[in-house]
DNA sequence: TCTGTATTTAGAATAGTTCTAAACGTGGAC
DNA sequence: GTCCACGTTTAGAACTATTCTAAATACAGA
C-alpha cells in the first residue's frame, strides 16, 4: 500500500478509527492544501456512516496537535491542511490561488527568482520565535 | 502634526470623513497590528457619535484597497492591520502572540539568526506569483 | 435651498469553527 | 460471552468574524 495510515496514526498517538483513517488517508493523498470543508465534501461519502462536520474539526485538531499534518495560512481567514511535514515553503499562484510545495534547499538562500518556472511578485516571511533581550520597540 | 491624516486619505483617493480619520489616525500611531475589533474598541469613544462595525469593515478595505495600510496574517483566522507600509517582515513572539516589524534589509540574506534579541524558533516563507511554465506537479 | 449621491448605522445574514449533550462502539474486566 | 466505562461520533446549537441590507444621514454642488 501506499500509505500505511493506520501505522503511521498509531505511531503518531491517534486511535485509528475510520472516520480518521479516510480524513488521514485524503490529506496524504493530496498536495492540494484543502479546507476543512473540502476534507468534508471529499470524504463524506467514503463512509458507510453519515459524517459530521464536527468530526472532520475534531481530527483535523488532532491531527495537527499530534504533529501528523501542519495548517497552512494562505490568505487571511481561510485555514488549509497539509501532510507535507517535510521542511518546505509554499508558493501561492495569485491568479488561482493555488498553493504549491517548494522544498526548502530550492529557497537556499532567498533570492527574488525561483526559477523560470514561477514568476515572484512577493513574498513575506513569518518568523516565529521569542524575543530574548528587552529593548521595547512598543 | 506628526500625520496630515486628511492629506495622506485624499492622495490615496478616499474622502477622509470624521470616522475614516479617526481609524487611520489609530493605525498609523500604532505598532500593534490590530485586528478589526481592536480598532473598534480604540476608535469608537473618539467620534460623537456611535460607531457601526460595518463602518470599521468597511473603512479598513478601503484603505486596503487602496493601498494605504495592509492585512497581515499571523495565525491561522486572525486578520490583522498595519499602517507601515516600508518593505518589512514580521517577528511573532509565540509566547504572546505580539507581532513586530522587522525591516526587509534585516534579512538581508535569510539566516536562522536575527541577532541576539530574538530567538528564532522558525520561519515561513510565503511567495505570492504566477505560475509561468505548465510543468504541473498536480 | 434643493437634491443626488456617498456614507454611516443597526441589525440581519453568512461562513467558519467550536461546543454540547446524547448516542454509539469497543476493548478489557470479569 | 457479557458488561461497562470511556473515548468517539453525531446533529444541531452556539459563537465569532465578517459581510450584507435597508433606512437614515451628511453634504457638495446646482
Ligand atoms: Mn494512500
Ligand atoms: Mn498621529
Ligand atoms: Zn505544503
Ligand atoms: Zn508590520
Known amino acids: 500500500m501506499k500509505h500505511d495510515v493506520e501505522e503511521l496514526l498509531k ?3 491517534v486511535k485509528p478509527t475510520p472516520q480518521r483513517m479516510v480524513i488521514a488517508e485524503f490529506l496524504l493523498d493530496t ?3 484543502p479546507t476543512a470543508d473540502d476534507v468534508f465534501q471529499a470524504v463524506k461519502d467514503k463512509l458507510p456512516v453519515s459524517l459530521s462536520r464536527a468530526t472532520v474539526y475534531n481530527t483535523l485538531n488532532a491531527l495537527v496537535a499530534k504533529g501528523v ?4 495560512t494562505t490568505e487571511a481567514g481561510r485555514v488549509r491542511y497539509d501532510a507535507n511535514m517535510s521542511d518546505h515553503h509554499h508558493f501561492v499562484d495569485i491568479e488561482t490561488g493555488t498553493v504549491i510545495d517548494i522544498p526548502a534547499e530550492t529557497l537556499n538562500q532567498i533570492k527574488l527568482e525561483l526559477g523560470d518556472q514561477y514568476k515572484v511578485r512577493s513574498f513575506h ?3 516565529f520565535g521569542e524575543v530574548v533581550s528587552g529593548k521595547s520597540k512598543e
Not at 69 to 72: A, C, G, K, L
Open 11 to 13: 505511531t503518531h498517538g
Open 31 to 33: 498536495h492540494s492544501h
Open 69 to 72: 499534518i501542519q495548517e497552512v
Open 125 to 127: 516571511v513569518t518568523i
